[in-house]
């Protein structure tokens, strides 16, 4: 009978210590699929949902100002963007194509070689619809 006791105490003690390091497992899971996911949502302020009067053309050009979709507008369009040249443009048109429309206007940052920076000067200068 004191042998079965032992049995059981040792079986009980590697359950739990067998439980504990899954727990710990878990967690540092947990943590890192939290961290990759607050990584991949978008940058900057919150844009509402609601209707703006954004432009009606693609692109309005108006004293220096020129008002661009980047969910629509093609090569020629995005070129005439602050610091956007053709290869800077194809790369979001390929984005676009790849990943989707663009559903605030930070996400453009997503594109390889679009940083804050560029953001700054075009944010002004872009929209989504």
């Given at each position: 009978m004191k042998k079965n006791r032992k049995v059981k105490i040792i079986l009980f003690t590697f359950i739990l210590i067998i439980a504990v390091i899954g727990g710990i497992i878990i967690q540092a899971y947990d943590n890192r699929y939290r961290n990759f996911f607050i990584e991949k949502q978008p940058l900057g302020e919150v844009v509402s949902e609601a209707p703006t009067l954004d432009p009606e053309p693609a692109e309005i050009s108006t004293?220096?100002?020129?008002?661009?979709?980047?969910?629509?507008?093609?090569?020629?369009?995005?070129?005439?963007?602050?610091?956007?040249?053709?290869?800077?443009?194809?790369?979001?048109?390929?984005?676009?194509?790849?990943?989707?429309?663009?559903?605030?206007?930070?996400?453009?940052?997503?594109?390889?070689?679009?940083?804050?920076?560029?953001?700054?000067?075009?944010?002004?200068?872009?929209?989504?619809?």
């Amino acid at each position: 009978m004191k042998k079965n006791r032992k049995v059981k105490i040792i079986l009980f003690t590697f359950i739990l210590i067998i439980a504990v390091i899954g727990g710990i497992i878990i967690q540092a899971y947990d943590n890192r699929y939290r961290n990759f996911f607050i990584e991949k949502q978008p940058l900057g302020e919150v844009v509402s949902e609601a209707p703006t009067l954004d432009p009606e053309p693609a692109e309005i050009s108006t004293e220096d100002k020129v008002y661009v979709n980047i969910n629509t507008d093609d090569i020629s369009e995005l070129d005439k963007l602050d610091g956007i040249g053709e290869k800077m443009a194809q790369r979001i048109i390929n984005y676009r194509k790849e990943h989707g429309n663009f559903e605030v206007i930070e996400d453009i940052m997503r594109v390889s070689g679009i940083g804050e920076k560029t953001f700054e000067n075009i944010k002004d200068n872009i929209y989504v619809k």
